[in-house]
């Protein structure tokens, strides 16, 4: 391999490696911002630190996903089930038994991101 190979392969590494960096840099700090807004509206609409907790895991692991108009698609702890959720409502057991869930946060917070 000739010299100018070896210059070529090294730049296109350190333009990958600066990349990654860069990548990794930006989620973090969309994950930080994405975990203040989640405390924050848990705090002031009376959620718990662990529904909090939670909500915030449930969009770390992308189990949120936008159905239609103000109604949520979110995945149980389990990850066996689905659940219809819209920020009052939730079709999980705490949901139909009328108390706040975490999916109902995750709603609340990715409506508001």
Known sequence: MNATARN??????????????????????????????????????????????????????????HLRNQVWLTVSTDGTRTHRTTTNRCTCEAGIKGKRCYHSLAALATEAA
């Open 8 to 65: 070529l392969i090294a730049r296109t590494a350190r333009r990958i490696r600066t990349a990654v960096q860069v990548t990794r840099a930006t989620l973090t700090a969309a994950l930080t911002s994405v975990a203040a807004l989640v405390r924050n509206i848990a705090k002031t609409a009376g959620y718990t630190t662990a529904q909090a907790n939670s909500a915030l895991e449930l969009i770390e692991d992308n189990g949120i996903h």
